[in-house]
């Protein structure tokens, strides 16, 4: 609301649905991106999110064992 209050002070016009639908869903999924992108893009998160974990609990598991 903030922003359309302000838009229409600049005289500019407002835009129908919600600042999340306008601005970050373009960035999630963005145009062109196929269902098989976006498994891939998920796959590749999840590894990289698993090696930090991985190094993490690696880490820790060192330090307990060098105690």
Do not use: D, K, V
Request: no cysteine; aromatic share 14%; hydrophobic share 45%.
């Amino acid at each position: 609301p903030l922003e359309q209050w302000l838009r229409e002070l600049a005289g500019q016009g407002g835009y129908t649905g919600s600042f999340t639908a306008r601005y970050i869903e373009p960035l999630i999924y963005p145009a062109g991106l196929t269902q098989a992108m976006q498994w891939g893009i998920g796959a590749a998160i999840l590894i990289f999110n698993l090696a930090i974990y991985g190094a993490i609990y690696l880490r820790l598991r060192h330090r307990r064992t060098a105690r």
